[in-house]
């Protein structure tokens, strides 16, 4: 076995459109019954929706990190996106859900906001300018949903992109299971990146979920749920 050979199995699996929307549909059905369960059942979620739960998080953040570097999407629009949906979606988590943390978009779009910044600066002050944003980031990510590991899986799937490197890997499957320690079968996220690979070879044609209505969803539904109680 050749050293191609033998890293082929840590580089990220790259999607086609029609299973990358596959994934935003996969991500939008199972928020939205985990969410309707967490705002109006007084019990711990089913073990089925349990695992498919503690998939998402890593999915969609992998998705975005996807689309960003291997499909050249346009950065500021997705980040002006990220950032309305995280900023409306705020009091409809905490009417839903009666928490005081914030959503996990917040910690989505400090860190596309950071990425951003980074692809943006000239190489040679990238440092000085991005430091003290990714700092704020993480010490913000804190009080979000997933807490600090959740935002630095973004940056971390960043580093498994660019370099395809089995540390890489490595550090994705450890922050990964950080973001869901606190969940049970929290472990079990990390079982998304198999299965990223094995439905990488799958064709799918399937019809593209507009982006308005990707984003619109999270904060839409959250404030159906906050009305409903």
């Known amino acids: 076995m050749d050293a191609t050979s033998r890293t082929r199995w840590f580089r990220p699996p790259i999607l086609t459109s029609g299973q990358a929307e596959v994934i935003k549909w996969y991500f939008n059905i199972v928020m939205v019954v985990q969410h309707a369960w967490l705002a109006f059942m007084n019990e711990d979620l089913p073990v089925v929706l349990s695992f498919a739960a503690v998939m998402a998080h890593p999915l969609i953040l992998f998705l975005l990190v996807h689309n960003r570097l291997h499909f050249g ?12 949906i995280a900023l409306l979606a705020q009091y409809p988590y905490v009417l839903a859900f009666g928490r005081s943390q914030l959503n996990a978009f917040v910690s989505y779009a400090l860190a596309l906001t950071v990425h951003w910044l980074w692809d943006s600066s000239q190489s040679r002050k990238r440092i000085l ?7 704020a980031g993480l010490s913000i990510s804190t009080f979000a949903d997933y807490s600090l590991f959740g935002y630095l899986l973004y940056f971390v799937l960043v580093w498994w992109f660019r370099t395809g490197s089995g540390w890489a890997f490595l550090a994705t499957l450890l922050a990964t299971w950080g973001a869901q320690a606190f969940l049970p079968f929290g472990l079990f996220a990390i079982l ?16 593209r979920l507009p982006g308005r209505i990707f984003y619109a969803l999270y904060p839409a539904h959250l404030f159906l749920f906050g009305l409903l109680k």
């Open 73 to 84: 999407r346009d950065a500021r629009r997705q980040l002006l996106w990220m950032w309305a």
């Open 129 to 135: 300018v991005v430091f003290g944003p990714w700092l």
């Open 192 to 207: 998304a990146y198999p299965m990223l690979g094995w439905f990488s070879r799958i064709k799918v044609r399937v019809r």
